[in-house]
């Protein structure tokens, strides 16, 4: 029987466990660009004998107008490639993999974020219910999202280069690959949801111009690096970040099936409602997950399939007996860094300090404790 530790092919990774660190914003990457202690705090999770046996980095601004949280990182310019580079180094250097996840948040920022202070983009000009984090005077503060404008149709071919460029920029960066994030609200999936989505050309109403978009970046991103190197994450049902369809089911039955023929390395899978309680099948619309992967699967689609969203040990081990493929563990990865040990052996586990989420300096981010080298069989 399959186990969280055993080895798993998903396209060109070779992943030496099943076992994914998930993506974590965690705000410490002063001036969009990444920094030695980012490096560490990854470099602590990289080892597979004890940590990830695939690392997703936290959401990376493909653009400065992707931006929407403070001290987030980027990957647009030259100098963010190299600084990244650090990362990468200390990853491969424990034997690990790591892959970008690439991230527009679309509506979901602040005009102090923005380019020129101007408002942040949507499909159309309505503003997301939900907050954002900005650093007023060295502390994390929860404020609420600015109003947007809506999109022009000529400005999308932009965005599109500027993720098949954020994606070339990852793998100069020495990235294994990238995962791009059309999850949680931010703009992939705001183009996807009719909640966000009013458009009347081309990238609106019916369900297949509301992917238009989504198909369209991942067919850039995937002629510039390969969908063997190249995953996508997606959340049918979550409300994070204002995110709302009258027909999700449908909806991402069609986008499974426009992701089929890429020949991805990974479709990452949120069930239910992002960050709460494992609830896959009620959550706020049951959703049937099964039909989705069938409908990947149907479309041509043999990347690996991974899974997140409340996981422990026995459900993550009743996953894999049901045919999934790869594992996220989000919160666990911050106050454990050798979570896989410590899966191993049933714990103990740390618990994570929510103060430290966003932003600050080590406390909370590289200080937590391994289990003695004694301990770990």
Known sequence: MTTLFDPCQAGGLHLASRIVMAPLTRNRAPGALANARMAAYYRQRANPATGAGLIVTEATAI???GQGYADVPGIWSQAQVASWKQVTDAVHAEGGQIVMQLWHVGRVSHTSLQPGGGAPVAPSALTAKTKTVLLIDGKAQFVDTSAPRALQANELPGIVQDYRAAAANAIAAGFDGVEVHAAN??????FLRSGSN?????????????????????????????G?????????????????DDQP??????????????????????EGSTGAARDHQQGPQAFDYAALRQAYSSAGGHGAWMLNNGYDLPMAQ?????????VAFGRPFIANP????????????????????YGGDDTGYTDYPFLPTSTVL
């Not at 009013?198 to 390969?226: K, S």
């Open 249 to 270: 089911q449908p909806l991402f039955e069609h986008v499974a099936r426009l992701l089929g023929p890429m020949g991805l390395a990974y479709v990452h899978v949120i």
């Open 338 to 357: 050798d979570l896989a040990a410590r899966l191993r052996q049933g714990g103990p586990f740390n618990t994570p300090d929510r103060k430290t989420f």
């Open 63 to 65: 653009s400065h107008q």
């Open 198 to 226: 009013q458009r009347g050309d081309a990238y609106g109403g019916a369900i297949d111009n509301r992917a238009r978009f989504l198909h369209e970046v991942m067919a850039a991103v995937v002629d510039e690096i390969g």
């Open 185 to 190: 609200g931010y703009l992939i999936d705001q």
């Open 228 to 244: 063997d190197r190249t995953g996508i994450r997606i959340s049918p049902v979550t409300p994070a970040n204002d995110a709302h």
């Open 318 to 326: 009743q996953a894999l007996a049901e045919g999934a493929d790869l």
